[in-house]
């Protein structure tokens, strides 16, 4: 066949197979939009944005998961639930969130809607979810119009930037879940007209079965139906999978109940003859172009929904109240009131219970974060192997070395944390492993599982790598899940009064490979000197770190050894853990702590090259370049990079010490830091008032140079934060001719990124990042475990006073959660730029989780609605408030 022949041959036979994608949605499993996923590209340049747009979302179906608008879903995302909505002037039904590509935005793909995860409990027994949904015409072609028209120097134009909202001519609807059992989901949708007119909506509540049949020779199409009417209610429709079960949806309001397949409309993507009478985009045909022959007469299909029309005043407020269940019921509405009121109050006690004494505010800002990482738990569906082969489908020939083309054995089919569930479902691991840390405070069991996951079989790969995400499982993300595991171990052993060290000697294993997969293929020259590339830090070098420099010079990264420093230690301390009930991982121990040693001598500059990677004049770590003939550079950039060493710091007591003989003898081999004869870190065999011992990169000396840097708000601190790169590169940007890569530059940027280095809506040369403030302060903590109350630095912004180390950590956590605490002008820094957030009683308490935030003024930045790592304000909020617990539990 002829390479014309199979590509049209290829064509046809796509089109056939009727559609791609899906997404998850009950518990609630939820997502947002759908398209730019790599999982649905099938084009030969793998541009996933432009291969499956928004305009097509709603005429075809998904192969590898659902969307939808305020969704659930059950956890194999079989059967779905989610509203449609249409204001009477809208070209389609509002059926998912809108939002732009990368190539459309000028700051790179974000979504345009206001939606707000207002309330969940972690069982998903209640939860709570608003969208703001204007009455005018939404402007899709306005928003990327214009994004399109601005360059990266001016900001993003938003949906309230259009003026849309103006005269609040908006509905708010609120969807609310209770669970009466396990099978059994009672939901309320209240609507209310903000506006200043009567307004009519259309409110479709839907219900499908996710579209598996499409791919699957002679899989059996499950079936939705009319059920006979009853006493108790007004309507029902009947769902039956042959998995799954049955389930019935009952209706307690009058509407007029549509029918279709969840199938794609052949004709309208590609002018090809449809296989089905009934397609996906019939709802939309029959409620906006008035055919009534889109929808089956018949009343059955695989998807469903209720059609009803709200006709409401100015400032008026209606409910729409559903019932999903297994077993039929007479009267599925009787306890309806009771069960949303029931729920309601037990997440109220709930929430009281984690937070009992904090403030009104703090109390909902923790809450929101929290209810966003429950919202964000999202089925992700992808098997490499198959998506590599395609269905039905040859691939492309470009693809079958492309993308993911070394991750065949990948086979996912889980509930996992995302980072934001607006894009398509996707993770990112070293957000993940953050999530967690949150996650432990309210559902320690499903961050133990997600742990575990990273780390399976299905995903880790059988050389030791950890998928980094989608786009590309081959790329580098930092080496935190170790940290995420005793985070999660420790918050267990807290809250249940016993740690699980089963759950530990398994991730321990696991990570061994991980581990022995950066040692091996991270230190190129076999020196304990570590690349890594960009490490998700993206463009905050001076150069694209994940490019090769020239042959015979290398870059040793500050950060990549300080990570690594840091997995070793979180090693030792597992093993150590281990040790107190299985003796033997007294062995793993030692070499995990000699690991770090020769890391930190490394560090340090070995006996044999001296390049060491600390700059003393300067009292602060840098990426070396050197040069083939071995002469070393030092790169002078003050970022995170330098920063990262002082993650690697852990403290011991005697309770870990007390059956490793062994162990205690290699500390006292190397007291005071010692190795080969020259100290270079901190790990001394002398113990403080507690018997305890600090293992660390940075020592006494170095930590006080440091920390002048990090408090000096002309250098790293800002209002709000820690500064991803310091202000000093405001004027000082000019770092003259680097070896190997040429003349270089760089600059603070405190807000939106002036460069497409690694995409368009991440910058790390200057904004607020929430997980490496946080692991910077949970660094803090354990040296104050260990220094105590009397190691005090002066601190400028302060007049110079004399604080101790828990007291510096608190000034940061608290400009951390400041952007979120109203300020002396009762502003919200960051919404400091979106008006009804500030004075609006119908917005003020509600928040977006941004990706980053400006570092002088506050305001969110990158993804909107990314609550993932950001949802460490919980953490953070916490901190405040708890003064009850162990040491050991507040400094690690």
Not at 151 to 160: F, I, K, V
Not at 785 to 796: H, I, K, Q
Not at 843 to 865: I, K, M, N, R, V
């Amino acid at each position: 066949m002829s390479d014309e022949e199979e590509n049209a041959e290829r064509s046809r036979l796509e089109a056939q197979r009727q559609g791609r994608e899906n997404w998850r949605l009950w518990g609630p499993y939820l997502a947002e939009r759908a398209w730019g996923t790599v999982r649905e590209d099938y084009s030969a340049d793998g541009e996933a944005w432009e291969y499956f747009d928004h305009s097509q979302a709603h005429i075809r179906a998904y192969r590898w998961n659902e969307d939808g608008l305020g969704g659930i879903c059950d956890e194999e995302q079989r059967l779905c639930f989610a509203l449609a909505l249409w204001n009477g002037r809208d070209p389609i039904l509002k059926e998912r969130a809108f939002g732009l590509s990368g190539e459309q935005g000028n700051h790179g793909e974000d979504v345009k809607e206001y939606y707000f995860y207002r309330d969940a409990t972690p069982s998903h027994s209640w939860l709570h979810f608003q969208y703001k949904y204007p009455q005018g015409e939404y402007p899709y072609a306005q928003l990327i119009e214009e994004n399109l028209r601005r360059d990266r120097s001016q900001p993003a134009y938003n949906l309230l930037d259009t003026g849309i909202f103006e005269e609040s001519r908006y509905w708010d609807v609120e969807v609310f879940y209770a669970k009466a059992a396990v099978d059994c989901l009672h939901i309320r949708i209240l609507i209310t007209n903000r506006g200043p007119d009567a307004a009519v909506l259309h409110l479709l509540p839907s219900l499908w079965f996710r579209n598996t049949w499409s791919w699957e020779e002679d899989s059996p199409v499950p079936l939705i139906h009319e059920g006979n009417g009853g006493s108790g209610y007004a309507w029902k429709m009947c769902a039956e999978h042959e998995s799954l079960g049955s389930y019935v949806l009952y209706g307690k309001d009058a509407a007029e109940l549509l029918f279709t397949g969840n199938d794609s409309n052949l004709e309208a993507l590609w002018g090809e003859d449809n296989s089905v009478a009934y397609t996906k985009d019939a709802f939309h045909r029959r409620v906006i172009r008035g055919e009534k022959q889109a929808v089956n007469p018949a009343q059955r299909g695989s998807k469903a929904a209720a059609w009803m029309q709200v006709e409401l005043a100015p400032g008026a407020q209606s409910s729409i109240d559903l019932v999903l269940a297994v077993n039929p019921m007479d009267h599925p509405f009787a306890h309806h009131h009771d069960v949303l009121a029931q729920r309601r109050r037990e997440a109220d006690r709930f929430y009281h219970d984690v937070l009992p004494h904090a403030r009104p505010e703090d109390q909902n800002i923790l809450r929101q974060a929290f209810a966003g990482l429950v919202w964000n738990k999202q089925y992700y569906h992808f098997d490499v192997d198959r998506w590599l082969q395609g269905d039905q489908v040859p691939p492309p020939r470009e693809r079958r070395l492309g993308r993911n083309h070394a991750w065949r054995h990948l086979n996912a089919s889980d509930v996992i944390s995302m980072p934001d569930c607006w894009e398509y479902p996707w993770f990112a691991a070293w957000d993940l492993a953050y999530h967690c840390a949150a996650l432990a405070h309210i559902d320690v069991d499903f961050a133990k599982e997600q742990i575990e996951l990273v780390l399976s079989e299905r995903y880790l790969h059988p050389n030791g790598q950890i998928p980094a995400y989608e786009w590309d499982f081959s790329d580098v993300n930092p080496p935190v899940q170790a940290m995420g595991a005793l985070k999660v171990f420790r918050g267990e052993r807290i809250q249940r009064g016993e740690g699980d060290i089963s759950f530990l000697q398994r991730v321990f294993h696991k990570l061994l490979l991980n581990y022995a997969w950066w040692i091996n293929r991270k230190d190129r020259d076999g020196l304990n000197l570590f690349e890594g590339g960009f490490l998700g830090l993206d463009n905050i070098s001076v150069y694209d770190r994940s490019e090769s420099l020239p042959p015979g010079y290398h870059l040793r990264q500050a950060d990549a050894t300080g990570w690594m420093a840091m997995f070793s230690l979180n090693m030792t301390v597992m093993a150590l853990e281990i040790a107190t009930v299985h003796g033997e991982y007294e062995n793993i121990a030692i070499q995990c702590y000699q690991q770090f040693l020769a890391l930190a001598d490394a560090m340090a500059g070995d006996e044999d090259d001296g390049l060491s990677l600390w700059d003393d004049a300067a009292g602060f770590f840098k990426d070396v370049v050197t040069t083939p003939q071995g002469i070393g550079h030092h790169i002078d950039v003050y970022s995170w990079v330098g920063l990262i060493p002082l993650f690697a710091c852990e403290v011991i007591d005697q309770r870990l010490l007390k059956g490793v003989p062994r162990f205690r003898e290699l500390l006292y081999e190397h007291r005071g830091g010692m190795f080969h004869g020259r100290s270079i870190c901190a790990c001394p065999q002398w113990e403080n008032g507690r018997g305890e011992h600090l293992l660390a990169l940075v020592d006494e000396r170095m930590l006080p140079r440091m920390l002048e840097r990090i408090l000096d708000e002309s250098q790293f601190l800002s209002p709000h934060g820690v500064r991803s790169l310091s202000r000093v590169h405001e004027w000082d940007r000019d770092l003259g001719y680097l070896p190997g890569i040429g003349q270089a530059h760089i600059e603070y940027v405190p807000g939106e990124s002036n460069s497409w280095l690694f995409g368009g809506n991440s910058n790390w040369r200057g904004p607020v990042w929430l997980p490496t403030n946080y692991s910077l302060i949970q660094a803090l903590e354990k040296y104050y475990r260990y220094l105590g109350p009397g190691f005090t630095l002066s601190v400028p912004c302060m007049n110079d006073r004399e604080l101790n180390l828990r007291e510096i950590a608190t000034l940061l956590a608290d400009r951390l959660v400041g952007l979120y605490r109203r300020d002396v002008n009762h502003i919200i820094p960051a919404l400091q730029q979106q008006d009804p957030f500030q004075k609006d009683p119908h917005w003020q308490s509600l928040y977006l989780f941004y990706e980053y935030f400006h570092a002088e003024t506050g305001q969110g930045l990158g993804a909107a609605h990314q609550t993932g790592w950001t949802a460490l304000l919980a953490n953070l909020v916490m901190r405040r408030y708890r003064r009850d617990i162990p040491n050991y539990w507040t400094t690690v």
